[in-house]
C-alpha cells in the first residue's frame, strides 16, 4: 500500500518554488539571446515562388466543382502540363535539400546556433537540479493515477511504497521543460513561445523539399475528378425548400 507524505513548506519555498521561477527565467533568457544570435536571412525567390504554386493549386482543387469544366480543365493543363506545367518538375531539375543545407554556410551555421541555445541551457540547467535538488519530493498531484506515470514523475526516487501522485524534484524539471508552452505564450506572444519539443524536432529535419511538394499536389490534381455543381442547386435548394414546408 503506497504511504501518504507530509510535505514540509521548506521544500515549497526551496525548491519548487525557486525551480519553477528558474525555468521561466531560464527559458525567456534563451528566447532573446537565440533571436540576438539569430542572422536575417533573405527568403530564396525560387521556393516562395514554388510555396505560392502550390497554394494556387490546392485553391483549385478545392473549388473545382464551382467553376465550368471548360475553365477547370484549362487551368488544370496550366498547372500539371508535362512541359511547361508550373506544377511539373524535370526529373534533372530535383533537388536535395539536404546536401543544400550543408553546402550553405549560414544555413549550417544558424542551425548549430538554434542547437547550442537549446542544448548548453538545458545541459547546464539539469547539472544544477540534479546537483541540489536531487531526491526532493516536490509536489503532489490532486488527483490519482495509474502505475505507468511512476517513472514519469518520480524520477531520481526509488521508492515504490511511495504514491504515485508524489512528484520528484528532477521529474517537476521534465514538467516544466516541456510543459511551459502556455505561459511563454503570454509572455512572449504566441509566436514568440519557446517550444522544447519543436526544437528537438527540427533537429531531426532538413527543412522544406519544394520537389516532392509539387509532385505530390501534381498527382493531386491530376486524378481529381470534375463536377460542375452549378446546375444540381436548383434541385437541392428545391429539396431543402421542401424539407422547411413539410
Known amino acids: 500500500m503506497a504511504e501518504d507524505l507530509v510535505l514540509d513548506t521548506a521544500i ?20 532573446f539571446v537565440s533571436k540576438l544570435i539569430r542572422s536575417s536571412q ?5 521556393i516562395v515562388k514554388e510555396g505560392q504554386v502550390i497554394v494556387r493549386a490546392r485553391n483549385l482543387r478545392a473549388g473545382a466543382n464551382f467553376i465550368p469544366p471548360k475553365s477547370f480543365r484549362s487551368r488544370k493543363v496550366y498547372f500539371s502540363n508535362e512541359e511547361n506545367g508550373l506544377l511539373h518538375v524535370p526529373k534533372g531539375q530535383a533537388q536535395n535539400v539536404q546536401a543544400q543545407m550543408f553546402s550553405d554556410p549560414n544555413m549550417a551555421m544558424d542551425m548549430m546556433k538554434k542547437n547550442l541555445s537549446m542544448i548548453i541551457p538545458q545541459t547546464l540547467t539539469f547539472a544544477w537540479v540534479n ?7 516536490a509536489a503532489k498531484i490532486p488527483f ?7 517513472a514519469m514523475l518520480q524520477n531520481g526516487i526509488d521508492l515504490s511504497t511511495v504514491d504515485v501522485s508524489y512528484v520528484s524534484s528532477r521529474s517537476w524539471y521534465f514538467l516544466n521543460l516541456f ?6 505564450s503570454l509572455i512572449l506572444g504566441e509566436e514568440n513561445a519557446v517550444d522544447d ?10 527543412g522544406f523539399d519544394p520537389t516532392k511538394s509539387l509532385s505530390a499536389e501534381k498527382d493531386s490534381l ?5 463536377e460542375w ?3 444540381k442547386f436548383e434541385h437541392h435548394a428545391e429539396a431543402v425548400l421542401k424539407k422547411l414546408i413539410s
Open 222 to 226: 491530376d486524378i481529381i475528378q470534375h
Open 42 to 46: 533573405i527568403p530564396d525567390l525560387k
Open 197 to 206: 519539443t519543436q526544437r528537438m524536432m527540427q533537429m531531426g529535419g532538413f
Open 144 to 150: 490519482p493515477l495509474t502505475q505507468r506515470f511512476r
Open 179 to 184: 510543459g511551459l508552452r502556455g505561459l511563454f
Open 229 to 231: 455543381a452549378l446546375p
Open 12 to 31: 515549497r519555498d526551496w525548491v519548487l518554488i525557486p525551480l519553477s521561477v528558474v525555468m521561466v527565467l531560464i527559458g525567456i533568457l534563451r528566447y
Open 131 to 137: 546537483f541540489f535538488f536531487s531526491g526532493f519530493v
